[in-house]
Structures are given as C-alpha cells and as structure tokens.
C-alpha cells in the first residue's frame, strides 16, 4: 500500500466518506524518502517504543512500525479511525488511540512501554498547535529519549536558536533546560497534501537523561524567561519589574547585576544557564 501516492490518498479519502481537515491541521506528507528520512531519524533502537501525535491516514505510522518494536498513535479525529484500522491492518506492533493529545494521560499510555526500551517521540504536528504541544510532552517530565517533529520551519528556527539571536525566544530558554534541539532537514510546502501556507522542518530534541541545571524554585525559573520575553524589546531590569509586581524596579537592577549583567542587558541575550542563576537570586530575593 502505497499511502504517499496522491491517488490513493484521494480514493481512501473517498471510500471512508473523509475530508482534509483544516481545524485539525490536516496536511499529510507524500513524499515517501521524507517519510523514510524522519522514520529512520526517529529513534536509534530497533527496541524502541515510538509516540506518534495525529498518524492521519498512517502514512509516518507505516514507516515507523516497520522499523520499530512498538508504535503507539495518538488521533484525534474519530472519522481517521476506520481508515487507521484498514491501513495499518498487516502491523500487529501498533496501538492506535482516538484521544486529544493536550488531553490524554499520555503516562498511562505509554506506562506498560516504559522500562522495556527506549521511548521516542515522532510526528507531523498540527502546526495550530505545534508549541503548545512540545510544552506538554517536555513537563510531562516521561523520560523521552528524543521528540522528532516536522514543525513550521520558522518554528524549527526558533527552536535551535543560540541566545542573543532574532530567532532565539522564551521557548528556547525552556526547551533548553531539558535537552537541546537540532534542525535535521528542511521539507517544502509541496511534499503534503494539501499543501501548508509555509515551510516546514524537521526538528530533533534530545532530551537529557539528567538535567544538568536545577534551578532553586523551577516554576519561578520559568517565570523568569516568560517576564524577560513578554517584553523582549525592554531592558531585562524593566522586564523582570512588569513580571515581578513584588519587586521594585531598583531590586531588578540589583539582581540583573548581582548576576554579571549590565543593566541595560536585554533578556534575549541570556542563555537557560543564565536564567537559572539569575532565577535563583530572584527566589533569593523573594524568600527574604
Ligand atoms: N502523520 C500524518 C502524515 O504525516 O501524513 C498526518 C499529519 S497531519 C500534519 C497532523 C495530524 O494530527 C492529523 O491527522 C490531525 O488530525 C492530527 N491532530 C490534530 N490535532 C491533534 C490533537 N490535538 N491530538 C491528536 N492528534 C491531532
């Protein structure tokens, strides 16, 4: 079965009564070595288990239980399953669950997988939802081998930027609290059906087995980088006093300098190492 030939993905749309949903960011992929090229970057084990967010009509999903022990695909388009269950029928390693992945216990889900092998992450995101998405399977805190997403390129940007750059934001600094993130290759709007307004990439997120920086307070450190980005074009010591109502404006400088920055330092300059230390002064300040 051919899932990335055109034609058939118009005849099954057909035989199952299916239409392209927009609200559920339903692009799929028909380039068959893209497909292959994410599949294989998936995950490093043969005995890994692979999390696939919105299989479609299975196209990825295929790919990815031929190459690996278990393959378990989240959907939340009901009328997707009928087609699921046909195309997928020849695969006996393959849960498919019809749930919202911003909803479902993705814990429970995956509990009878983990301990057994690794655990991987892999899909083409809805791109209505790309980062919201990313946020819930990185504070999930399951421990994830790797996430390997197509998102929009642009978010894919962002998501490897270094500090100091236009590209590096808010979702930088936390993504990089848990792992770090590489762009693997680009794919252009033609390669899915329909074909996407923009760009897209594929993106890598290897996430660490032991966080190498644990900040005093986490839900503060995450405060922090949220106050220095929601006003990205102020000082960091006037970002933090907008964030921070609790602490005057003259503590903010304080604290940016007691930090080794100048105080017309702007927050898109500092790395998640930098915002970790600069968080636990401010929970210092804070606790006094
Ligand atoms: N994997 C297929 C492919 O590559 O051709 C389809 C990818 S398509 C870009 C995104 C898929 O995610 C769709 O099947 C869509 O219905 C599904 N989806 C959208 N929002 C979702 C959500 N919140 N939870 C689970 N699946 C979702």
């Known amino acids: 079965m051919n899932l990335c030939d055109i034609k058939t993905v118009k005849s099954l749309m057909d035989t199952f009564s299916l239409r392209f949903r927009k609200e559920f960011g339903q692009n799929f992929l028909t380039n068959p070595m893209i497909v292959g090229d994410i599949a294989d970057a998936a995950a490093d084990s043969a005995e890994s288990t692979i999390l696939e967010i919105g299989p479609g009509i299975g196209t990825l999903t295929r790919e990815l239980c031929a190459r690996y022990a278990n393959v378990v695909s989240v959907e939340i388009d009901r009328g997707l399953i009928p087609v699921l269950t046909y195309t997928l029928n020849d695969f006996h390693n393959v849960k498919v669950v019809n749930e919202d992945v911003m909803k479902a216990d993705l814990a429970a889900l995956l509990a009878p997988y983990f301990g057994k092998g690794p655990v991987s992450v892999c899909a083409n995101l809805?791109?209505?939802?790309?980062?919201?998405?990313?946020?819930?399977?990185?504070?999930?805190?399951?421990?994830?081998?790797?996430?390997?997403?197509?998102?929009?390129?642009?978010?894919?940007?962002?998501?490897?930027?270094?500090?100091?750059?236009?590209?590096?934001?808010?979702?930088?600094?936390?993504?990089?609290?848990?792992?770090?993130a590489e762009r693997l290759f680009k794919v252009s709007a033609g390669n899915f059906l329909p074909p996407p307004k923009v760009d897209s990439a594929v993106v890598q997120i290897r996430l660490y087995a032991q966080k190498p920086l644990v900040p005093r307070d986490e839900a503060l450190f995450f405060r922090t980088v949220r106050a220095a980005f929601e006003q990205r074009r102020k000082t960091l010591p006037n970002a933090l006093s907008a964030g921070f109502p609790e602490l005057s404006k003259e503590q903010c400088v304080a604290l940016v300098e007691a930090a080794g920055h100048r105080a017309d330092i702007r927050g898109e300059r500092l790395n998640t190492a930098d915002f970790v230390a600069l968080s636990d002064l401010i929970a210092a300040e804070i606790a006094k």
Do not use: C, H, K, W
């Open 126 to 180: 809805p791109y209505y939802i790309t980062t919201p998405i990313l946020m819930r399977l990185l504070e999930s805190g399951l421990p994830f081998r790797s996430i390997t997403v197509m998102i929009q390129s642009e978010v894919a940007d962002r998501l490897a930027a270094r500090a100091g750059t236009a590209a590096y934001g808010a979702i930088t600094a936390v993504l990089n609290y848990y792992g770090t």
